[in-house]
């Protein structure tokens, strides 16, 4: 970074580029301009293919390009030029690392019709899973599912790699499609739990988290589900290409590698990025400031491997001043042309930064200037004592500047301030809380103590069953016999009325057999007492009602009352009923829970912790007031509630978080004082041995490397230390104060060494 200084002023060229995203229904243009060394975005916009990329015709393909292009290019003037473009294509675009020969000829049409000037491309999808890592600090194993309008396509990514990508038609909801295509992904034994979502134009999170997943899908446990911002393929890309042309993005921590304020050493062992790029043709590159051939000229296009675009820009591009200068700081390749001794004895004897030896050269102008005035003014002098003769005013400037410049360099310190966002994971797993077995996360085992108190109460409800109460309806029928002979029925046989009420006889009777004319036989008869069945005034049934005798189909027995029935009566009531049983042997287990906490917590030692649910109560010496069945408008229950309850010991539970946490955790730290539990419910009690379902939340912090981010800042300016940090992942906010506050002098940090940190935690 240059320090804006009056003798140092210089001014800088700007640089357009254009950064073309091709998707599965719809084209994105970024335009980003390039100063110094630093990019930033300067418009975006996108337009929809009728149905897809792929279907597209190359009148529909070039159209949709141009009209993305030309509103990206709106807010430009009309003497600015975006012809270099960088393209961010599909994964099924690219083979071996070169793009196929028909997207290849759809690419170098658009790159005629439209006057653009292919530079590289990259993979999309690639380029997502790079910034992810650069953001969170490691590299990324998930699933990254792209939602389009009408398709989905879903990348399983491991480490930071692409290893298989699948696309289909959205078929219903995106999750469901989502859901289907993992299920033809082939050889893996686990899915990455975390899912990751963009694409689409509204916030699919919830509809994800509610999707109930496959079974037959490999997940350890259920996935974490995030959305990423909308354009965030494009800020991928870009991302990328300036990794790759040595560029920083603005907001962005500087790219790893790039050899601008850095020593030669530390850039030529600075890892490149993760992007896959294509290579070129071995002719393609002649020397180091040669240009990528254009898609006429070569079949296939791309950032080089391992080399920065940087290195094949164009000498019509930039003046040969500032191409020169370009070339000695921004490139890998030129730092790779320096002796390795030298660059070993750089390392070690750690040079003072450029912003440094910037100053000192602005310094022995300034002492120059002193100097000079100390010799103009060595005629003028001034007696202070006894013939002793100083030139003080001259004398006294230089001696102020060179102690103010020994105090900059060498005298004041650094505290840098990061107020970190904590990141909340949460994780629900069946674990056993056992007295007897030790913690073993692999094994969901929680070594507990199991503790019981047993309580005294009383509660009351209302009574709810119903009960009918009332007399059966008697009478008098006689019986009819027309069979062959005489037939007794017995007490209790049962005869039903016209209109099926059922009643029995109340004694045993003979009935003669029929007598008179065989032609016209009277039936036999006899008189006999009867009572309903069921009690109710319905069964006090009018006189001349005929019954049917047990089941003779024949009807050859009969029955008939001649006088009406009486004394059927009926009412209802309300009684004690087994609902309200149970209702209050729940009641008072519910009255007497908090209570039976308290106690509890008294008789476990300060370092152990109840679970919030108790794992069983029992009711004993119980005492109602009524019995089920009987009468009563109220009934009331007396007895002792005996509570089980499980303890364990914090450090137990943290130990146990940290195993279960871990593929979540990555290179992040787990703040202990954030771990959270919650027992869903306890599934089932065996033995000793309690199943619960547990939910286990922590906060996870950044792991801050203090000495690395140090040498990172050191020598720069209070604004890009602050700019730099609050673009590490979950940094919220960073300040720097320096002490001494020396005025005039610019406010770069100290060395590494007069710089410390202090991390605040907002959770």
């Known amino acids: 970074m240059k320090i804006s200084l009056p003798f140092l002023d210089k001014k800088e060229t700007l ?3 254009l950064v073309l995203v091709l998707r599965n229904n719809k084209a994105s ?6 100063a110094g060394g630093t990019i930033k975005v300067v418009n975006q916009a996108s337009e929809s293919f009728a149905d897809s990329i792929e279907s597209a015709s190359e009148e529909d393909f070039l159209d949709v390009l141009d009209k993305a292009i030309s509103k990206a290019e709106s807010i430009l003037s009309d003497n600015v030029e975006t012809q270099k473009t ?27 019709e439209l006057d653009l000037v292919p530079i590289g491309f990259l993979i999309t999808t690639e380029a997502i899973a790079h910034l992810l890592a650069k953001e969170e600090g490691a590299p990324v194993s998930a699933i990254l599912a792209e939602v389009d309008r009408d398709y989905v396509s879903v990348s399983l990514i491991r480490a930071g790699k692409v290893v298989e990508t699948k696309t289909s038609k959205l078929e219903g909801k995106a999750p469901d499609t989502v859901d289907t295509l993992l299920k033809h992904f082939e050889n893996v034994e686990v899915f990455p739990s975390r899912v990751i979502i963009f694409g689409a134009d509204i916030d699919l999170t919830q509809d994800f988290i509610s999707h109930a997943w496959s079974k037959t899908l490999p997940f350890l446990h259920l996935p974490q589900i995030s959305n990423l911002e909308q354009g965030f393929d494009a800020k991928a890309v870009l991302s990328g290409a300036a990794s790759e042309m040595g560029f920083q993005v603005l907001g962005e921590s500087p790219r790893e590698g790039k050899a601008q304020e850095e020593t030669p050493a530390e850039t030529n062992e600075a ?24 898609l006429e000229e070569s079949d296939s296009f791309g950032f080089i491997k391992e080399q920065d675009i940087a290195d094949v820009r164009t000498s019509e591009s930039m003046a040969p ?7 000695v700081t921004t490139t890998a390749g030129a730092i790779q042309e320096i002796p390795q001794e030298l660059q070993v004895e750089q390392s070690e004897s750690k ?26 003014s060595a005629s003028k002098r001034y007696t202070f004592s006894k013939g002793n003769k100083f030139t003080l005013l001259p004398l006294g400037i230089f001696v102020i500047f060179v102690v103010t410049l020994i105090l900059y360099f060498f005298g004041r310190s650094a505290v840098v301030t990061l107020n970190i966002d904590a990141r909340k994971i949460s994780q629900t797993r069946d674990v056993t809380f056992s007295p007897v077995l030790p913690t073993d996360a692999s094994k969901n085992i929680i070594a507990a103590q199991f503790v019981d108190i047993t309580e005294n109460g009383s509660v009351s409800t209302n009574a709810t069953g119903k009960k009918d109460i009332g007399t059966p309806a008697k009478g008098t029928v006689t019986m009819f016999n027309n069979g062959d002979g005489s037939v007794t029925f017995p007490k209790g046989t049962i005869i039903t009325s016209s209109n099926n009420l059922k009643f029995t006889l109340d004694k045993d009777i003979l009935v003669a057999s029929p007598s008179g004319d065989a032609s016209n036989p009277s039936p036999g008869t006899a008189n006999v007492s009867v009572t309903a069945n069921d009690i109710g005034t319905q069964q006090n049934l009018p006189s001349n009602t005929k019954f049917s005798v047990g089941t003779n189909p024949l009807a050859v027995y009969a029955a008939k009352n001649d006088n009406p029935f009486s004394g059927g009566t009926k009412k209802s009531i309300t009684v004690v009923s087994s609902i309200d049983i149970a209702k209050l042997e729940s009641d008072l287990a519910k009255n007497l829970e908090e209570k039976a906490k308290d106690d509890i917590v008294k008789k476990i030692s300060g370092e152990k912790i109840l679970l919030p649910v108790f794992a069983s109560h029992t009711l004993s010496k119980k005492d109602f007031n009524k019995k089920e069945g009987d009468e009563a408008s109220q009934v009331t229950l007396k007895a002792d509630v005996n509570f089980k309850s499980i303890a364990y010991s914090k450090s137990d539970m943290v130990s146990f978080a940290k195993e279960a946490l871990k593929e979540d955790i990555s290179n992040l730290a787990l703040n202990e004082g954030g771990i959270s539990t919650d027992v869903r419910e306890i599934k089932k009690v065996q033995g000793n041995d309690v199943l619960t379902s547990l939910e286990i939340s922590g906060l996870l912090l950044p792991r801050i490397e203090q000495q690395n981010l140090a040498k990172e800042i050191s020598g720069k300016s209070t604004k890009f230390a602050e700019n730099f940090l609050t673009s590490i992942g979950q940094v919220s906010s960073a300040t720097v104060k320096i002490s001494p506050n020396i005025p005039l002098l610019p406010k770069n940090l100290p060395g590494a060494g007069k710089i410390k940190f202090e991390i605040k935690s907002n959770e």
């Open 271 to 294: 890892p490149k990025g993760e992007e896959e790029v294509s290579p070129v043709e071995e002719e393609t590159i002649e020397k180091k400031t040669s240009t990528a051939k254009s």
């Open 351 to 376: 040079p003072l930064s450029s912003n440094a030896s910037i100053l000192l050269t602005g310094a022995k102008k300034v002492l120059g200037k002193v100097l000079a005035v100390t010799r103009r």
């Open 86 to 112: 960088i393209f961010g294509v599909k994964e099924g675009w690219v083979e071996d690392s070169r793009i196929k020969k028909e997207y290849l000829a759809k690419l170098k049409k658009a790159s005629d």
């Open 321 to 327: 001043e500032q191409e020169a200068e370009d070339y």
């Open 15 to 17: 640089s357009y580029f």
């Open 29 to 34: 243009a970024v335009i980003f301009e390039e």
